[in-house]
């Protein structure tokens, strides 16, 4: 059809009118909100990240600025090493002990290694509040289960002792972190990443080598992993067993291996009647609070629609047996893979309370309760044995 002889008219199917206005209008404020939800996401977890280093700070200062702990008999080795005898130590505070000797001139070997011990404290609390943060855990939560798990006599006195305690907690923090990170950005991501994180703990503490199974199971139940479950499981056991295996051969081979035993299970001494019964007072003093929150972790009934923790939790916290079994609560503070493990019991207590105020005051009422436990306790070192 024309008009007037000129070239004809043809309809257009493209919508030009109010109503395509309106649309692209409510695209483009669907973009934006969508954008601005993503920035403040990104914002908020920046500003978590950001409150967690302060709290690891915080604990840092605290334990470096409390009095020395009397020492204990076992976890000393590197403290007089550093004075000049003649012991078998492993792992990696030695060295970074004597990196800091020479960066400090003149600082006693007590001193160098208590530094070092309380810069591992915070981080392990750092670390912990990050794996609780990625869980998904409410601040009012995560912030005070960490804080009194943190808080209890084993953790204090490792913290503020010239032992190896702290470190051991740093580098159950990072395992922890890890596995719970089940993202990969490579093929088998998660798979090595669990075998690296595994290996640089146990050479911060010998007794990380008793989760070495648990952190075979959570690598062959992994979503991506689960076809080949048990070929998963005996590779990551047989890779981290072989490398503590070569760690320990060459000469001098039978001393390390006493001293891996005597650290890891509390200095494998002979069981007995009477030593079931001092572990039966001493695990309730040195752990507090950390027991309420494995309990509640593992064995407390829950909803239907709240979630229990991964299966491969379960042999994390019984490899805390072994050395209640094989030694003696006179060593040294045992299991320091339990205490971020005690947090994610308490956060998830806390967490089934339902409300954030209820998490709030039920937090701060366990963390008020630990500490003044704490106190109690290390106020009377005949309390807890082994020093």
């Not at 493209?14 to 909100?33: E, F, I, K, Q, Y």
């Not at 804080?147 to 204090?156: D, I, L, S």
């Not at 740093?170 to 990443?193: D, K």
Request: aromatic share 8%; hydrophobic share 50%.
């Amino acid at each position: 059809m024309s008009v007037d002889g000129g070239e004809p008219v043809v309809a257009s199917s493209v919508r030009t009118g109010p109503g395509a206005a309106g649309g692209d209008t409510v695209r483009g404020r669907r973009r934006r909100l969508l954008f601005r939800l993503r920035r403040s996401l990104r914002l908020l977890e920046q500003r978590e990240r950001i409150q967690d280093l302060g709290y690891g700070m915080l604990a840092a200062a605290l334990a470096l600025s409390l009095p020395a702990a009397p020492p204990f008999e076992s976890g000393g080795e590197v403290t007089r090493r550093l004075g000049g005898a003649e012991e078998v130590t492993q792992g990696l505070l030695l060295p970074v002990a004597r990196g800091v000797a020479e960066l400090v001139d003149g600082a006693a070997p007590e001193a160098i290694v208590r530094l070092v011990g309380g810069l591992a404290f915070g981080a392990a609390l750092t670390l912990t509040l990050a794996f609780l943060r990625r869980l998904g855990f409410r601040r009012t939560s995560a912030v005070p289960a960490a804080f009194a798990a943190f808080a209890v006599p084993y953790a204090f006195l490792g913290a503020t002792s010239p032992i190896d305690y702290a470190p051991g907690m740093l580098g159950a923090a990072l395992v922890l972190w890890s596995l719970f990170h089940q993202e990969q950005t490579t093929r088998r991501g998660y798979h090595w990443r669990a075998i690296l994180s595994a290996g640089l703990a146990y050479m911060l503490h010998p007794a990380l080598c008793l989760v070495v199974p648990a952190v075979a199971l959570a690598v062959a139940r992994h979503p991506d992993y689960r076809a080949q479950g048990p070929t998963n499981f005996f590779a990551v056991l047989a890779v981290l067993s072989m490398s503590i295996a070569i760690g320990l051969g060459g000469q001098g081979e039978a001393a390390r291996v006493a001293h891996l035993a005597e650290r890891a299970l509390a200095g494998a001494r002979d069981f007995g009647p009477g030593t079931l019964l001092a572990w039966t007072v001493q695990l309730p003093l040195g752990l507090g609070v950390i027991l309420f929150g494995l309990y509640q972790m593992l064995f407390a009934a829950r909803s239907v629609e709240a979630k229990r923790a991964p299966t491969w939790i379960v042999p994390w916290c019984l490899a805390a047996l072994a050395p209640v079994l094989a030694g003696s609560p006179d060593h040294a503070p045992i299991a320091p893979f339990l205490v971020p493990a005690g947090a994610l019991g308490i956060a998830d207590w806390l967490n089934r309370r339902g409300d954030a105020t209820l998490e709030a005051r039920w937090g701060a009422i366990l963390l008020v309760l630990q500490l003044a436990a704490t106190a109690a306790i290390t106020a009377a070192p005949h309390l807890l044995g082994g020093r």
